[in-house]
DNA sequence: ATAATAGTGTCTGTCAGACACTATCGA
DNA sequence: TCGATAGTGTCTGACAGACACTATTAT
C-alpha cells in the first residue's frame, strides 16, 4: 500500500451579471502551473481539526473570504486524477454574495460563469458539475439560495436568484407563499430599498436560527 | 505534514423482520478487536482503481456480497476518529435484499436494527445515522428502496418498504400512481405470489434501465 | 360461501399557478 | 398623471388521499 495524496478543493460559487459563476485562482505550481482551477490544497494534519477545516483554511488563504456556507459536497479519488500520484481530494463548496468576493478584492481569483464549457486541470470539470447540480437540486425544496443573496435582500431579489438558479421563471405568489411557509427570513422594520421609479420593496435577512441550518419544504418550489 | 490514514467505511443496510438493519461485523484487529463495527479497511492504492472500487472490494472480502446498489454517502475526518492518528474514512452505503445477505451465509455478518441506540467504535455511530438519513431522505422522492426490495417484488412488498422507511402508512391508490408515474418498473408476464387465502399479487422487477439508475419523482410520495 | 388481500374507479378537499387588483415610488 | 415594480386577494384546474367497489385466491 502506498501513499495516498490528500487535498481539499473548494467550489466557491456567486451570482454576478444574472449568472451563476464560480471563482477560480491561476494555480502557482506545478502541476498545471498557470492554468486556472479550483482552488485547493493539501490536507495539513498538524493544524487543521478535520477536513471542513483543511477547506474553510485553503478557501481563506486563497482567496480571502470566509463563506457564510460551506459544505462538503464528495470525494474525489484515483490514480489517474492527478500526475503525481493515486490521489484525493473532499471537495466542498461554499456560496457567498458578489459583495463579499467584491470586498474581499483578491487579484488572482477569476469569476467564470459556470455554464461555459469550461476546460479544467485534474477532475475540477466533474468537481464544478457536481456542485452545480447539488446546488440546483437543493434550491427547488430549501433555503440554501439565501447565502447567494448577501446579508439583506428584497423578496424580488431573492425570486430573482431562485430563478436564476432553477433555470426558469417562478410564480409570483407561490414563490411568497413558499418563503412565508418557511417561516426563515424576518423584515427590517422600516428598512426599503428603492430602485428606481415605483414602489420600495422590504429588505429581509434570515433569522438568526437559519443562519447555520437550512430549512427545507415538505414540497418544493 | 504528517501521514493521513485513508480508509472506507460501509453502510450496508437491509430489510428484516419489518426493520431497518445494518449489517455490523466483529473487527479482527486492534484498535477495537473483537468489537462489532461496520465493516471497513484501508485504501488499497496498488489495487483500487478508486474509493468506490476500494469499498466494493472491502465489502466483498468481509461479507461475501456484491451489492446491486452503492453509493458514496460522505467522509469523515479528524484527528480523534481513530487512536492510530489522524484519519479519514470515505463512507459508503449499500442497499441489498435480505436474501443477497443469507446467500452469502457469512458468519461473522450480525444484522442489527438501526433503531436500537447503538454502541459503535470510532465515528461509526454518527456515520451509520447519516446514511439512515440519507436513505430515508431519499426514499421519499426516488426508486431507491426498490434496492432492498430485491430482484422481483410485488407491489404490496414494495409499498411496505417505503412504509418502514418513511415511517408511516401510505395511501395505496396514491403510492401506485407514482409508481406508475415514476415507469420503472416491469410487470412480469403470467408470474404472481401467492401469499395466502387471496388473490395473489403480479411480480414486477426493476426495469433495465434503472438497475443502475434512480428514477426521481418531480414531487415526493 | 367467506375471509382475506389485490387491484381499480371515483369523489373531494387542498394547493399551486393565473389573473387581477391595489400600493407606492420617480418623473 | 403615468409608468413601473411591490405586494395581495381570489378563482380555478390539477392532484393527493379517502372511500368504495370489484377480482381472485384458500378454506
Known amino acids: 500500500m502506498t501513499q495516498v495524496i490528500c487535498t481539499v478543493d473548494m467550489v466557491l460559487l456567486t451570482l454576478h451579471e444574472e449568472r451563476l459563476k464560480v471563482a477560480l485562482l491561476k494555480r502557482d505550481r506545478e502541476p498545471f502551473k498557470g492554468v486556472a482551477a479550483l482552488p485547493g490544497g493539501f490536507v495539513h494534519t498538524n493544524e487543521d481539526h478535520d477536513v471542513r477545516d483543511a477547506a474553510m483554511r ?105 430563478e436564476i438558479l432553477m433555470g426558469e421563471p417562478l410564480n409570483k405568489v407561490s414563490f411568497r407563499r413558499k418563503i412565508t411557509e418557511m417561516d426563515m427570513l424576518e423584515a427590517i422594520d422600516g428598512e426599503f430599498e428603492s430602485a428606481g421609479a415605483h414602489r420600495p420593496a422590504q429588505l429581509y435577512r434570515l433569522k438568526p436560527h437559519f443562519k447555520k441550518q437550512l430549512q427545507l419544504l415538505e414540497r418544493g418550489l
Open 58 to 162: 485553503v478557501l481563506k488563504e486563497k482567496t480571502g473570504i470566509d463563506a457564510p456556507y460551506l459544505e462538503q459536497l464528495a470525494t474525489f479519488s484515483g490514480a489517474a486524477r492527478d500526475p503525481r500520484g493515486w490521489s484525493l481530494s473532499i471537495a466542498h463548496y461554499a456560496l457567498v454574495s458578489y459583495e463579499v468576493i467584491d470586498r474581499a478584492g483578491h487579484p488572482d481569483v477569476k469569476l467564470v460563469s459556470v455554464d461555459r464549457s469550461l476546460s479544467l486541470p485534474f477532475d475540477h470539470r466533474l468537481i464544478l458539475e457536481t456542485a452545480v447540480s447539488r446546488l440546483r437540486s437543493k434550491s427547488q425544496y430549501s433555503s440554501l439560495p439565501c447565502y447567494l443573496a448577501g446579508e439583506t435582500f428584497t423578496l424580488p431579489q431573492l425570486q430573482k436568484v431562485y
